[in-house]
């Protein structure tokens, strides 16, 4: 029987957490490895978990070795790009310095496959849609840090073998209403929560920017529902189990939607009207960011099957609307 242990850094979160219970479905062997500082503990339930931090070089080679880990999913990071601007320095140590740590561990327990979580924040900004191969200039030091990881990912293929698959995040959204899973940072930066928590906290919502050249002034992004990314992620993993070569992939949807849009969606689905106050742009925000999600397609045979505006917004609106706030 093959080993498909696989390390999950970073795995109480949102994303990760999801991503788990996928591999389990799917066949692997999850093992999930957070220091909780931004992940749930109770998102986890029943699957084998390690506290620690990404850090920690010899905490890491240990679990590798004693979990006999053969692949590695890496979300663990920071992931606001206003707050990059604000403190440059910790998105550099914890998103890549410790993403360092976590490749020389992989290298030295002979662990080659990773999967790794990136970001559409590493491209410049586009009216087309943005293609894997365009100019990379991220507008903000969360952008960069993903970037320089990517690239180092490269090198450690060339060197090392040590294979990888880079999925470029757009707009990760939605909730697992069978698993009880959905989105929950603290603070909260991501449009489709904010909106809601606005109305079942009965606070007022700011939108920021109204002055950007779109269709209705506000910025434009593509949303990949949470179920869809987390597949995307079981896929890329059968793929270098399989021997496949190391991808960087664009994981969208290939259509934007305006935050006036998703607005308008929060609102028609909730019943309820946005208390809504418009402020200035925030340092670092593109005005469109959408995926040319052609390439991934191809590569795994699977086409997002959740991710209309509809269905994202109605599925986070039932899970947040089941919590306590």
Known sequence: MINKNILVTGGAGYIGSITARELKKSGFNPVIYDS???????????????????????????????????????????????????????????????????????????????????????????SDLLQEDDAKTPSNPYGLSKLMTEQTLSWLDKIYAMRSVVLRYFNAAGADRQNHLGESHSPESHLIPSIIYSILRSEPFTLFGRDYDSKDGTCIRDYIHVLDLARFHVLALEHLFNGGESLCLNAGTGHGYSNQEVLSAVENISGKRVNLKIGQRRPGDAVKLVADNSRIIKAFSYRPLYSDLKNIVQSAWEWHKNQVY
């Open 36 to 126: 909780l500082e931004k992940g749930h503990r109770e998102a986890i339930e029943g699957l084998d978990f390690v506290k620690g931090d990404t850090h920690d070089y010899l905490k890491l080679l240990q679990v590798l070795k004693d979990k006999n880990i053969k692949g590695v999913i890496h979300f663990a990071a920071y992931i606001e790009m206003a707050e990059s601007m604000e403190n440059p320095f910790k998105y550099f140590d914890n998103n890549y310095f410790a993403s360092l740590t976590l490749f020389r561990a992989m290298q030295t327990a002979g662990v080659k496959n990773c999967v790794f979580s990136s970001t559409a924040g590493v491209y410049q900004e586009s």
